[in-house]
């Protein structure tokens, strides 16, 4: 650990304070507007943040299979290593919605510009009640021109580990009929699971092409997704570099 890292760190953390307050208030004034309005302004701070750790602390990334990336809605099932790639696939991705845990939308002001970018909230204990909830916003945020990103692990995993794959994204395609693009990044070797200290370095992120859920049980789609993420991890860990 160098004192360069830690001053960088720092000084990215009194960015992101300073700005998520300027960004909160903005997003409050976003609520009237069509959701793919309030996605794109509320959407500009994680522009700025992925901006802000490249210049002030050297994280860069590259991405392969670019050519995959749709203009269609798709179900998006990718590896969660850290806060970083929840950023960054604002920037690189056409607009998405994330299913996620409802008590993030709780957390003050974060919460507030989370809650305009139109998540779909559950609550995990809910069982059955959080798998029609999902269903149903699904469609409709589909309907609305949203992609929908789902970590099929549940939660961030350290890297060059495997949490289990759950089969809730794979459901939610095959009840839809929308295809997958599998997502493969290394995001968590720079930018690690619950850590202040952002290190340089290059992540890259891998996006695969669609796999179509006709004819597939939603097990048997989460297994391809699981095996085509997995051995990608595998791959790109050649580029992690410095």
């Known amino acids: 650990m160098t004192l360069g890292i830690v001053l960088r760190s720092c000084l990215f953390a009194l960015v992101q304070i300073v700005t998520v307050t300027v960004f909160a208030v903005i997003a409050l004034f976003t609520f009237p507007f069509r959701p793919l309005t309030r996605y794109r302004v509320v959407s500009l701070w994680a522009r700025l943040m992925v901006i802000a750790a490249r210049l002030i602390c050297g994280i860069r990334y590259q991405v392969l299979g670019a050519e995959n990336i749709p203009r269609e809605p798709r179900i998006i099932l990718s590896k969660h290593q850290?806060?970083?790639?929840?950023?960054?696939?604002?920037?690189?991705?056409?607009?998405?919605?994330?299913?996620?845990?409802?008590?993030?939308?709780?957390?003050?002001?974060?919460?507030?510009?989370?809650?305009?970018?139109?998540?779909?909230?559950?609550?995990?204990?809910?069982?059955?009640?959080?798998?029609?909830?999902?269903?149903?916003?699904?469609?409709?945020?589909?309907?609305q021109g949203f992609s929908i990103v789902i970590f099929p692990e549940g939660t961030r995993v350290a890297p060059g580990t495997r949490g289990t794959y759950h089969p809730g994204g794979a459901w939610l395609a095959v009840r839809t009929e929308t295809p997958v693009m599998p997502v493969a990044h290394n995001a968590g070797g720079l930018w690690r699971r619950k850590a202040?200290?952002?290190?340089?370095?290059?992540?890259?992120?891998?996006?695969?092409?669609?796999?179509?859920?006709?004819?597939?049980?939603?097990?048997?789609?989460?297994?391809?997704?699981?095996?085509w993420i997995e051995g990608e991890m595998q791959r790109i860990s050649a580029y992690a570099k410095a």
């Open 196 to 227: 202040f200290l952002k290190h340089p370095g290059l992540i890259t992120i891998s996006i695969g092409a669609p796999i179509s859920p006709r004819g597939l049980s939603a097990d048997e789609l989460n297994s391809q997704v699981e095996r």
């Open 82 to 143: 850290s806060a970083w790639e929840t950023l960054a696939f604002q920037v690189i991705l056409p607009p998405h919605v994330w299913v996620l845990k409802r008590e993030l939308l709780w957390v003050p002001l974060f919460g507030w510009g989370l809650a305009m970018l139109s998540p779909i909230a559950i609550d995990r204990s809910s069982g059955a009640r959080a798998l029609r909830q999902t269903l149903e916003q699904g469609r409709e945020r589909l309907k």
